[in-house]
């Protein structure tokens, strides 16, 4: 898988928020996105998931101009801006129900990942209980339960004890060497930065890659 971010420039009214962005992603690779609240890895983010149309420019799926088709790109998992599930429901039930929608898993998958994430003993509680840090590993459990080709995380470890982010983070080295894209965005630079293969900075609408 090849994503490539071409002259990409995103403006909400007068803002310019992103700045002609040009960048290759490749499977098999982790990529760090850094930068304070508010500098647009989110917003680059949803427009790599076609959330978002840029102002200028285009983003390439294997050459396939998602945004212009208005398609979520295929095999692509992401949680942005926190999770957010039916209130009523179980964790697992939650799951359950998004599986239903591309039928490729069932629940022996779904427990799995809920151990994954070190939530199997809180699959029964309704989401409406969950703490922060809950439904953080809900949002992240969604993202890998059906095996995804391309991962987009947006501040995973938010809320997450450190023995499940260690655990997380190896996952993700894993999950690489599979020949999976990862792109994780936050703003703690300590967070990723033994973890990615390649590093952006994102200050006032200008991306800049830092040396490893």
């Given at each position: 898988?090849?994503?490539?971010?071409?002259?990409?420039?995103?403006?909400?009214?007068?803002?310019?928020?992103?700045?002609?962005?040009?960048?290759?992603?490749?499977?098999?690779?982790?990529?760090?996105?850094?930068?304070?609240?508010?500098?647009?890895?989110?917003?680059?983010?949803?427009?790599?998931?076609?959330?978002?149309?840029?102002?200028?420019?285009?983003?390439?799926?294997?050459?396939?101009?998602?945004?212009?088709?208005?398609?979520?790109?295929?095999?692509?998992?992401?949680?942005?801006?926190?999770?957010?599930?039916?209130?009523?429901?179980?964790?697992?039930?939650?799951?359950?129900?998004?599986?239903?929608?591309?039928?490729?898993?069932?629940?022996?998958?779904?427990?799995?990942?809920?151990?994954?994430?070190?939530?199997?003993?809180?699959?029964?509680?309704?989401?409406?209980?969950?703490?922060?840090?809950?439904?953080?590993?809900?949002?992240?459990?969604q993202v890998?339960?059906?095996?995804?080709?391309?991962?987009?995380?947006?501040?995973?470890?938010?809320?997450?004890?450190?023995?499940?982010a260690l655990?997380?983070?190896?996952?993700?080295?894993?999950?690489?060497?599979?020949?999976?894209?990862?792109?994780?965005?936050?703003?703690?630079?300590?967070?990723?930065?033994?973890?990615?293969?390649?590093?952006?900075?994102?200050?006032e609408g200008?991306?800049?890659?830092?040396?490893?």
């Amino acid at each position: 898988m090849k994503i490539e971010i071409k002259n990409v420039t995103k403006k909400f009214k007068e803002n310019i928020v992103l700045d002609n962005v040009n960048m290759t992603l490749e499977s098999g690779k982790i990529y760090g996105f850094i930068g304070r609240n508010g500098s647009g890895k989110s917003v680059l983010l949803k427009m790599i998931c076609a959330f978002y149309e840029p102002t200028s420019g285009s983003i390439l799926f294997d050459g396939e101009n998602v945004i212009k088709n208005k398609s979520f790109p295929k095999n692509t998992r992401a949680i942005i801006e926190g999770p957010n599930f039916l209130p009523d429901l179980t964790g697992e039930e939650n799951l359950l129900l998004l599986a239903d929608i591309q039928k490729i898993i069932g629940k022996k998958e779904i427990e799995e990942t809920l151990k994954l994430v070190n939530l199997y003993e809180d699959k029964d509680k309704k989401y409406s209980k969950y703490s922060l840090g809950m439904k953080q590993k809900l949002g992240l459990a969604q993202v890998f339960m059906e095996n995804p080709e391309v991962i987009i995380l947006d501040e995973p470890f938010n809320g997450i004890e450190d023995k499940t982010a260690l655990k997380l983070r190896e996952f993700l080295k894993e999950e690489k060497k599979k020949g999976k894209l990862i792109i994780i965005a936050t703003h703690i630079k300590e967070d990723v930065d033994k973890l990615v293969d390649e590093l952006y900075k994102f200050d006032e609408g200008k991306i800049t890659k830092l040396e490893k």
